[in-house]
């Protein structure tokens, strides 16, 4: 049998939440590849993630101790190659982050291995492995094959896939020894960005978002209160966030966050760009209010309105006093 192999990405001893997203994206192929699922973790405390790993359908876990605990691409690489060469997996899922594509190419390109980069969705046919991506800076979704290579290395986009979360239990964990190699890097520390999220939009089941289509700063404020008084969370596409009206935390799609728990999304003057509707993929309701009755939003929303978001924000401020 062969098989799926995740590689778990984890900072300071937190795993980090795309890691339980490649566990979905493994145990949806897992079937057709009649492949076991096993993950890895590369580095120091992985003692401490092992009960987060503990999922329904994988099969095994993969402990693989660096020389040093903080993540490295050398040893990551070395790592994985050493992995690959133990396993012979079909197919090696590694997170689309900072860390994930400084060393995923790399052991591609070692191994002679099939590579995708930043694919949001995986399919098989037969035995063979279908990965999307977009191509032409989002303009146009790819699918790719790789006829003839034994292993496939994609690099998953984060949010693209739901987090697993049935626990399992009872897998086996076994310790691999990997040999050391030369490091061209060191690690010196980390610095903290400044903390923005005042709100978790990826939490949220009633979400407000508002594009540039709201035309001017005072409507979000305006926006802001009106979504307070009907139990919703405002959020926003990204120019909102580049004019400085709203902090990053509140935006959705590709560059911003995922709404992976939202049930309603109200969407006010968005044009529905690629990149926003990558954040809005697991949104189970879409309402689009937007004047251009040819605006891309209107094809993923259950509900439509052409109209001017400022008069309907004024017949709900009626509505919810
Ligand atoms: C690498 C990359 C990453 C990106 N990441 C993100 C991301 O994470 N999130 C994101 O949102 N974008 C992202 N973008 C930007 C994205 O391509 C779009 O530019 C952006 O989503 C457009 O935002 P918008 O819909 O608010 O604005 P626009 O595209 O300008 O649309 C405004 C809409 O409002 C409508 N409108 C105007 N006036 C009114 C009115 N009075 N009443 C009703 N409707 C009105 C218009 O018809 C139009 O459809 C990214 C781009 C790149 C290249």
């Known amino acids: 049998m062969s098989a799926i192999l995740v590689i778990a990405e984890h900072r300071r001893g937190v795993l980090r939440p795309v890691t339980l997203e490649l566990v979905t994206a493994a145990l949806a192929v897992r079937e057709e590849l009649r492949a ?5 973790i590369i580095g120091g405390g992985a003692d401490a993630l092992t009960p987060a790993l503990s999922l329904e359908g994988v099969d095994e876990l993969l402990l693989v101790p660096t020389p040093i605990d903080a993540f490295q691409p050398e040893c990551h690489a070395a790592a994985g190659e050493a992995l690959i060469a133990a396993r012979r997996p079909r197919l090696v899922l590694i997170p689309h982050s900072v860390d ?6 790399a ?3 070692t191994g002679g291995h099939g590579y995708a980069s930043d694919v949001s969705a995986l399919r098989c046919e037969g035995a063979d492995i279908v990965a999307t991506r ?11 094959d790789f006829p003839g290579r034994q292993t496939v290395v994609i690099t998953v986009r ?8 049935r626990a399992g239990g009872g ?6 020894a990997v040999p050391g190699v030369p490091l061209n890097s060191e690690h010196c520390g980390f610095i903290e960005p400044e903390p923005e999220a005042d709100v978790d939009v990826s939490a949220a089941e009633f979400l407000v978002a508002v594009g540039r289509g709201i035309g001017e700063q005072a409507m979000t404020g305006e926006v802001a209160q009106l979504a307070g008084r009907m139990g919703a969370t405002l959020a926003c596409s990204r120019p909102i966030v580049d004019a400085g009206w709203l902090p990053k935390s509140r935006q959705i799609g590709q560059s911003g966050r995922t709404a992976t728990n939202c049930r309603l999304y109200l969407a006010l003057g968005i044009s529905g760009a690629v990149q926003h509707l990558a954040g809005m993929k697991h949104v189970e309701t879409v309402i689009a209010v937007n004047r251009d009755p040819d605006a891309a939003i209107f094809s993923v929303a259950r509900f439509g309105l052409v109209a001017d978001v400022a008069e309907l924000v004024a017949e709900l401020r009626a509505l919810f006093p």
Not at 171 to 176: C, D, E, F, G, R
């Open 36 to 40: 076991r699922v096993e993950i890895a």
């Open 158 to 165: 984060p949010g693209s896939f739901l987090p697993a979360t």
């Open 134 to 144: 977009s191509a032409y800076r989002e303009k146009a979704r790819v699918e790719l």
């Open 100 to 105: 994930g594509i400084s060393y995923a190419p």
């Open 171 to 176: 897998m086996p964990v076994t310790t691999l």
């Open 107 to 109: 052991i591609a390109a």
